[in-house]
């Protein structure tokens, strides 16, 4: 087999387009106290691990590709596009850049980075009138920050999973998850009656849709 191009050892794109995610999303995110810290690292972490198997060394396909081999005959697992494993497990014909899941992949992308950049323009200026954020985003669910990251991961998954990502993932969701009920009970400690009321009307992650969706809530969340 033979490649007209080398698909990884490229150093300098893992380095540049994990600096370019990060980036992004610092400048969404914006981490000042040292819960936001950790959920920016634990993010940053899955990043760099993403970008070190998509562009660097692709320890998921050099695990799989005895397997891959022997299931798809013909397929080079040394090519860019058999990183796509989805694409490939699926029987997907032709460059996987075009097909659904790609799209999908840039579809939870980008709402995950819209949903990063609403969230803290409504969360900074409710910081800075030292008050509850409780619109935009805000309104629909009580941690869009961390529904954010998650569709992001989401996102990245569907485009270009591997054994550490997928194996990171769930232990994320588990850290989020943590860091949001933490950080209500100190909401609850700061403005007492109105958080909790907030609370009651409004889903921790997931919204409702129906049409009593503004009526509160006394289901725990």
Known sequence: ?????????????????????????????KPQTARDWRSFGAFAAFIVALFVEMYGFPLTIYLLSGWLQTRYLGLDPLT?????????????????????????????????FWLLSSAWHVLYHAQRRRGLATAGPYA????????????????????????????????LLLMYGRLAVNEEREMASQFGAEYRRYAERTPRFLPRWSANADRPNREAR
């Open 1 to 29: 087999m033979t490649h007209d191009a080398p698909a990884y050892g490229l150093w300098s794109l893992v380095i540049l387009n994990s600096a370019v995610f990060l980036m992004f999303a610092f400048s969404f995110f």
């Open 140 to 171: 629909r669910i009580r941690h869009p920050q961390y529904v954010a990251f998650v569709l992001i991961l989401l996102g990245f998954l569907v485009q270009w999973p591997t054994l550490l990502t997928l194996l990171m993932f769930p232990v």
């Open 80 to 112: 860019h596009n058999a990183g796509h494993l989805w694409s490939t497990l699926l029987g997907e014909q032709g460059d996987p850049h075009f097909g659904a899941l790609h799209i999908a992949s840039y579809l939870l992308l980008g709402g995950g």
